[in-house]
């Protein structure tokens, strides 16, 4: 069905058109190249994400040793004695019945959020004003800083800046990365979706194994400059450019056919498009039938991301065991590479496991945040490794959720209206995770307040 859909498009574009598409190179170095390259963006891309969300407890945890060495020299005691308190800041928890952060972990995410949920509501409205190249460069650049001030920080609003600089970079990254695949064959989506799955695991583990190692958290943000590096080769030395890509200059998005695509849209913003002489561009309430067709899947997905990040941003750095050989730290590190072993795992199995009803993933997704919120309060887990399986669990549930709605949405959507389905309802996800932290936060306060 797919290839007939292919063929008649093909047709009335020629009809239309009456001339063949620019020709795009097909041979098989090149293929891998941009293969490899798409891959290698998705990494790099949410890998700063990732390592903000696995060192939000350790972020915290620096500046309340600050705080701590601060307090005692300003009471004139003796500076060895400021500097042995310090150390144990890991074990202090002012008199609460849990080890507590004075700000909640979910702080971290926010800033690691909203900034992102922001560009994804506003990129239609100005990012086709603005070349690939320079996109990609201020995507650079802003990595780079979000690891220099997070590392270099002197208190929590400092490191805040720099996690918006991660989230920054992300956020403008995924709308320019997705928006550049539809310069290239189809087969690049595959791999960039691939590349964001691996970033979680890779980013979780890289960041508990240097720190494992024996590297601070603050060497280990410096070695992860090696990413904003990789990210720069990727653009702009493996993948080969198509001549008609705007670049340092920007022109407007003519409707160019690639060989293997459908339609030449990119997914989120551009200018007015046409193809053939027939204009792509949706009308107002074109766009609002196919909102309201995506919304059962849109729902539970926000739901589904809710609930598990609740949990990992607003319970891991509560469900703390003192009868185990790691540290807090050291475990809330392990929590969040076991969750993204799980989102990973789950990533590539739609083509296994199918799964229609995503209101299922959120409900059993629900199920696992109260029980764990119920753990926190009446702290009756005895053991640490039931919370590692829950957490495995729950990363099985947030990718199932993720993948088979898009794969839903990508199966039950027209061709003319699949792009801006699927540009819609990745607002979903994010949105979750934005209403997750901010509910997180005073969650956090409560628990830190009990005797």
């Known amino acids: 069905m797919h290839e007939v859909n292919r063929r008649r498009h093909s047709e009335s574009t020629s009809e239309d058109e009456g001339e ?149 970079s992300s956020g403008l990254g995924e709308v320019t990365f997705l928006s550049l695949t539809s310069f290239f064959h189809s087969d690049v989506v595959s791999w960039w979706s691939s590349g964001t799955g691996g970033a979680g695991i890779f980013g979780s583990l890289s960041y508990l194994g240097l720190t494992w190692a024996g590297l601070s958290p603050q060497n280990t943000l410096l070695v992860m400059l090696i990413i904003p590096v990789l990210l720069l080769v990727s653009y702009f030395c493996l993948l080969v450019h198509p001549p008609f890509l705007p670049k340092w200059r920007r022109y407007p998005a003519a409707a160019v056919q690639v060989p293997g695509r459908q339609d030449q849209r990119p997914l989120i913003g551009g200018a007015t498009c046409r193809v053939g002489k027939r204009a792509c561009n949706l009308t107002l309430s074109e766009k609002w039938r196919v909102l309201q067709g995506v919304l059962k899947y849109m729902i539970p997905l926000s739901l589904v991301y809710f609930a598990e990040y609740f949990i990992n941003q607003g319970l891991f750095e509560l469900l703390y065991f003192k009868n185990t050989i790691l540290t807090h730290a050291e475990q809330y590190r392990w929590y969040q590479m076991l969750y993204q072993a799980g989102v990973f795992v789950s990533r590539s199995s739609v083509r296994c496991l199918p799964i229609k009803r995503i209101w299922i993933l959120a409900f059993l997704q629900f199920v696992n945040m109260f029980f764990l919120l119920a753990a926190v309060y009446f702290l009756f887990l005895p053991s640490i490794y039931i919370v590692m399986v829950i957490i495995v669990y729950e990363g099985l549930l947030g990718g199932a959720g993720y993948v088979n709605t898009f794969n839903n949405i990508a199966m039950e959507s027209s061709d003319e209206h699949r792009e801006f389905a699927m540009s819609a309802a990745c607002i979903a996800d994010t949105l979750g995770i934005s209403l997750s932290g901010v509910v997180a936060i005073p969650v956090h306060g409560y628990f830190c307040g009990l005797l």
């Open 20 to 168: 063949s598409p620019p020709p795009v190179p097909r041979s098989s170095s090149i293929q891998w190249r941009n293969a490899a390259g798409f891959w290698l963006l998705g990494l790099c891309n949410n890998f700063a994400y990732v390592i903000m969300l696995s060192a939000a407890h350790d972020i915290l945890q620096k500046q309340e040793t600050n705080k701590t060495a601060l307090v005692l020299l300003d009471s004139n005691d003796e500076l060895e004695k400021a500097m042995t308190l310090s150390l144990k800041a890991e074990h202090l928890s002012n008199g609460s019945r849990y080890d507590c952060n004075s700000v909640s972990t979910a702080a971290i995410l926010l800033a690691d959020i909203l900034p992102t949920l922001i560009i994804k509501f506003t990129a239609p409205f100005y990012i086709h004003l603005l070349p690939y190249h320079f996109r990609v460069v201020l995507c650079i650049l802003t990595a780079a800083g979000s690891f220099l001030i997070v590392s270099f920080s002197s208190g929590i609003a400092m490191s805040l800046i720099g996690v918006v600089f991660a989230s920054v």
